[in-house]
């Protein structure tokens, strides 16, 4: 997905083939949101995988339908995603008085009702703010992942430091090893002239 992009921004549909479809594209369109429609669970996993904005659902495509494949990729999103789905019901047949809706919450997470029938900019309006909470979620990816960046520099950084203090120790070490080693000749040096040269005046006591 690419935040901002029409992929991302886009509302997949998952409404009864014909009117429903039609009606909702044409209302989000005339909203400026783009749609695509999904025939059926499968379809709308490929969607999603391909990127998505909001998700907009009839009751009747998810009240009986086997919804484990899609509670998986609900399940496995980022930590900054939590993908809006809206849910349209039939009149009086909430989540309150219907237990295979009441689990959507559950297995999908940001589930908002919407009862039909409604008013079309009562659709449209619905779709604006979640889509509006979706971009949120793309401003905080895009600060995690600025953090992330940020918190590899710094560890570059600091890896490349710790070398160079490392290769510096190092050179340290040696100069002094060096500077041990010729302080020991020079001392070397020094005891081997004063023997000498007390060698050299036993010599010439001698020799006397």
Known sequence: MTAGGPVSERAV???PNG????VATRVLAEAGLPAVPADG???LGSALERGAGLVIAAEECLRDADLATLAAWFAA????????VLVLTLRGGGP???PAL???????????????????????????SALRGRRRQYEARARLEALALAEAAARAANDALERRV???TRELAEA???????????ALGQLAGGIAHDFNNVLQAVGG
């Not at 999103?77 to 809006?84: A, E, G, Y």
């Not at 002094?176 to 020079?186: K, S, W």
């Open 13 to 15: 549909l998952l409404l």
């Open 19 to 22: 009117r429903d479809v039609e």
């Open 41 to 43: 669970i499968e379809a």
């Open 77 to 84: 999103q980022p930590p900054w995603s939590d993908l809006p």
């Open 96 to 98: 309150e008085r219907n």
């Open 102 to 128: 009441a689990r959507l919450p559950t297995l999908l997470g940001n589930v908002t009702f919407l009862e039909r029938p409604f008013h079309p900019a009562t659709l449209a309006n619905a779709a604006r």
């Open 166 to 168: 490392e290769e510096r």
């Open 176 to 186: 002094q090893a060096r500077l041990a080693h010729a302080q020991r000749m020079e």
